[in-house]
């Protein structure tokens, strides 16, 4: 009894000393729960508003979000960097209720969300992610779906790129904007892909807006919208590829609008555009319009657009077309209505590729282009097409990239083929033509050192390798 008695004393006078002993520190993650982190004050928070609201979170500041699922309606209203973990696992839900995240700040970025469940009562404008009324916004690398409107923008300035935005009622809306660009968004499957409304001096650049929902349309442009550029965009298996009303003076330029239920593209009350080098094909007809007069060509020798149903033969060259000679261009001019016509249809679809420094390497040709590369020298390219029929390509490079006398190689074999006449100080045309499979093109200057000349055979004999082991035809 003694000794247990005293063993118990003595851990009551040395218990406090092994207390004072020293330890490496541990670090302390945030509380469970504090899943939201502003980076430039290292506080940790609950929910994203309450990172936003907080004293401490100055413009400027960097506000990061764990993945997990937020039911919030956030408005952001400091210049801040809104960043989510992931934009399939960072959540922010609306439950069915107002716009989910509403900015009303300059300068502002949300990047790597999913952004979903906004109310849908009508008569609002209730969105996913709205923009209201304030400039520099970027909206970049979200998927944004089950929302009235996808993104809704009323500003000047912004940039909503790289987004998924799908199954929304409009997926991306302009209105009362100017100076934004809309750059790179797969838009699917909404009633309407993109829509700019009482909006100008807007670029709509390379996006997919495509299978929308029953009577819906891909790009529209209504109540005075003016001097945007709608360029390079995917706008296939709609209702309407583009519906246009009481739009003047846009430029639409190198899109594609195939397959589209009903139109290509509708001119309503919409006169003075300039539409060409698209390409229209397989739609249920292509054109409907008042019959106001818009501009269907660049004129010669550029060109206007590409008909899938044209049956008209390219055997001439000229402003005339009446001069012996291919040149990518159809004979005969394209009636559309008795105010509007395309004065110099392509005999092939048009496509633009981006070389050194930005310069822009255009291609006109029945054949699928693809694999597209400018080595500094030299330029190389797939062709393909059913085989054993003829195929061409008219290929216009910019002088500042590529000058001089040009050979051309079709499977590493030298083809014919002819500098058109219309060739100028700034870009050079060439015109070639080949029986169809698939095979590479490369495209290289006449150099006077034969070792030089010995590296771009070396270089086509790699292409045609690499084209031989991606094609069964034979070569």
Known sequence: MIRGFLFVLVLFIFFPSLLCLGFDPVDVAAPIGYRVHNVDTGLDYTTIQGAIDAPETENGHTIFVDSGIYYEHVVVDKALALVGDGNRTTIVD?????TVIKISANSVTLNGFTVQNSGSEPGTSYAG??????MFVNITGNHVTRNKIGIFVTSQGSRITENNVTNNGQGIALYDSSEVVVEANAVTANTVGISLALS???LIVDNSATNSSSGGHGITLSSNSFNNTIFSNDLTNNYH??????SSNNRIVENNLADNKLLGIE????PGNTIYYNNFINNSKHVVSDKQPNTWDYGFPSGGNYWSESTGVDLFTGPDQNETGSDGIQDN???IDENNRDNYPLAGMSHDFNADSGYCVRTISNSSVSAFQFNGTAITFNVSGENGTLGFCRIRIP???MNGTYRVFVNGTEAPHILLTFSNSTHSYLYFDYCHSTKGVVIIPEFPLPIILLSFMISTLLAIM???LLSPCDL
């Open 94 to 98: 609306g439950n069915g209720t107002g």
């Open 241 to 246: 590829g583009m519906w246009l009303s009481s």
């Open 129 to 134: 992610v709205k923009i209201s009324g304030h």
């Open 399 to 401: 002088t500042t990239l």
């Open 466 to 468: 690499v084209v031989r």
């Open 333 to 335: 001019v394209h009636f």
């Open 267 to 270: 001119l309503a009350s919409s």
């Open 200 to 202: 100008f001096n807007n």
